[in-house]
């Protein structure tokens, strides 16, 4: 039997949900077109480490103005470096190399078949029950994302190892999902979602003063440094910390389901803010994906 509750067995915390889904769908849509600007400026490895680094202390320091307990107890720490690894270091790393082979579209696109790997890996290690209603929604999801790919299959296929490293970030981002639903830990969401940000942030930073110690900062305009802060505060800070209080609130399968609007208002807002094309592959995409969410995420009707 399952560990965790179900979306069903909500109650009042539903609409505090259903308001996190759709802080993360907006905002962490909106991050991509601002994270093409960002990492086109100041290349992947340098914004990489200031916008992890500054998100994790921006939760850090939310979690202790509002009262909430940020010492970790000692037997999380091991723990929490296994899930940053995966749900953080892993996710940012292979992103940062996929991203110099496969264009940001294609990636998002790959990236986002997370809640695939998330099913898969918490109904081996948590033994979740994907009734059909998941199964379904995990469908026209997924659907979605295909068609949104439509004729850049062809070109994901010519472009295999980037393909792959950002298909690897999918699957690290799943585990993490998981192995943060996995544990009852000893501090807050806010707290703990900077903690997981701050210990991947390490190897990331150990990375960039091997890899690029000595960044060329001639292009930075205004519009990377408000990508980055962006990036920084809204999409990681809010974002990742909204998207762990998911994880808290609601069954790890259905947390990786929520993500599913993310991409397609990627793809729109790059068309908006980066004039890059949007027509009827994105409008279909939405139309599964918002099917989908409703499946999980609204009460199901009685009689």
């Not at 690894?85 to 790959?110: E, N, P, S």
């Not at 295909?146 to 690897?168: K, N």
């Not at 592959?281 to 009460?299: G, Q, S």
Request: net charge positive.
């Amino acid at each position: 039997m399952s560990r965790v509750s179900s979306a069903a067995g909500l109650g009042g915390d539903r609409r505090l949900v259903l308001l996190l889904v759709a802080t993360i769908s907006v905002f962490w849509g909106f991050n991509w077109p601002a994270m093409k600007v960002g990492v086109g400026e100041l290349g992947p490895w340098l914004f990489r480490t200031i916008t992890v680094g500054v998100a994790g202390a921006c939760l850090l320091a939310a979690a202790r103005l509002g009262g909430e307990r940020i010492r970790l107890a000692a037997a999380d720490l091991r723990p929490l470096l296994l899930v940053s690894l995966f749900a953080v270091t892993g996710w940012h790393l292979f992103t940062a190399f996929g991203l110099t082979y496969i264009g940001g579209g294609r990636a998002v696109i790959v990236a986002f078949t997370m809640p695939l790997w998330a099913a898969i890996t918490s109904g081996i290690w948590l033994g979740e029950r994907h009734g059909p209603r998941l199964l379904a929604a995990l469908f026209l999801g997924l659907l979605g994302i295909a068609i949104l790919i439509g004729p850049d299959i062809g070109r994901l296929v010519d472009q295999t190892t980037g393909a792959l490293l950002v298909l690897g970030a999918s699957v690290c981002w799943a585990i993490g999902t998981v192995g943060t639903k996995a544990r009852r830990w000893s501090v807050g969401a806010t707290a703990l979602a900077g903690w997981q940000l701050l210990a991947g942030w390490v190897p990331i930073l150990v990375a960039w003063l091997i890899f690029d110690p000595s960044p060329d900062l001639s292009a930075l305009t205004w519009r990377g440094v408000l990508a980055t802060a962006y990036a920084s505060t809204i999409a990681l800070a809010l974002c990742f910390g909204a998207f762990v209080k998911i994880v808290t609130l609601v069954p790890a399968s259905i947390a990786a389901i929520s993500t599913l609007a993310i991409p397609v208002i990627g793809v729109s807002s790059s068309a908006l803010l980066l004039g890059e094309p949007l027509g009827f592959r994105e409008l279909a995409a939405l139309a599964l994906v918002l099917p989908a969410l409703a499946l999980v995420l609204l009460p199901r009707r009685e009689g």
